[in-house]
């Protein structure tokens, strides 16, 4: 029980710093280049925030069923924790994707202090 409410909470604080960070490169005036749609709306034309989904100049119904059926597929085939595949704890999504390259090379102690600063930063983010 303790390991699902570990992994549920992971992968809340994930979303919700991509949500944070998100929000203050919008706000900061960082959008993508380029058009949304093929009528040649571009990503700054549209609101910031909450505005962005509802409202007067918010994205059309298509675009945000897109943006919700794209998580949906996240959710269901890429943001898995494989059993079996050398993952080392709860909320490990590399699924034997990260060949040593990085975490392989780190410490007990620092991969247990990268945890840890993980965990509280998606504390934070939730707040």
């Not at 505005?51 to 085939?77: K, M, N, W, Y």
Request: charged content about 25%; proline content about 3%; glycine content about 14%.
């Amino acid at each position: 029980r303790f390991d699902r409410l570990r992994y549920v909470e992971l992968k809340h604080g994930r979303i919700s710093q991509l949500a944070f960070l998100g929000q203050i490169t919008t706000r900061g005036g960082t959008h993508l280049p380029g058009s949304i749609d093929y009528a040649g709306h571009s990503f700054d034309s549209y609101p910031n925030g909450l505005a962005a989904l509802f409202g007067p100049d918010s994205v059309p119904d298509r675009g945000t069923v897109q943006i919700f059926c794209f998580i949906g597929l996240l959710e269901l085939f890429v943001m898995k924790d494989i059993e079996g595949t050398g993952n080392e704890h709860v909320g490990d999504f590399r699924n034997g994707l990260d060949g040593g390259v990085f975490w392989g090379k780190l410490d007990e102690e620092t991969k247990l202090k990268k945890r840890g600063i993980e965990l509280n930063n998606g504390r934070a983010a939730m707040m």
